[in-house]
């Protein structure tokens, strides 16, 4: 959803080798006025991520634009296979799961950890978080010592930057 604002500021942030495809929807019946855009990206190895913003009454809406498009490119540049927005929603499931499940995100967010000690405490389900090279952690260390002193190294945004993988050892429930 969005007009030609939006997917103007967005190309703008873009890299110029990427054309992107504008589908703008109007809801011709609407209680008020609004506007948003999502932009996705499919990666070569199938993965699709995203970035959105909600337009806003004084704010223009190439501004609204940039906005999803920054959040989408830092997705991308941050790797993994589902966004931070998807991540901590996975968390649960994989709990449940029979066997083993894994699956690597980008910067980890504090929703998602919280989501992990929330899911072992509840289901008794063990997790392992390691983040994958870069940065003050060398590659595959844990996350609970990752920056030392036992500090979780989350940012002023609620993430810890680079690349993760979560595996868990899932509880195998099966409803009734």
Known sequence: VGGSGDS???????????????????????VGSGSGILITAETEGGCILAGSAIGKPKVKPDVTGRKAAEELLNTLRDGGCVDEWLQDQLILFMALADGTSEVVTGSLTLHTRTAI?????????????????GGDCQSEQTVDTCSGGGSMGYGASGRIAGKHRILCKGIGFVGK
């Open 8 to 30: 103007a500021g967005a190309g703008a942030v873009l890299p110029r080798d990427i054309q992107p495809r504008v589908d703008v929807i109007a809801e011709p019946l609407a």
């Open 117 to 133: 000690m929330v899911a072992e405490e509840l289901t008794g389900a063990q997790f392992q978080v390691e983040r994958l090279g």
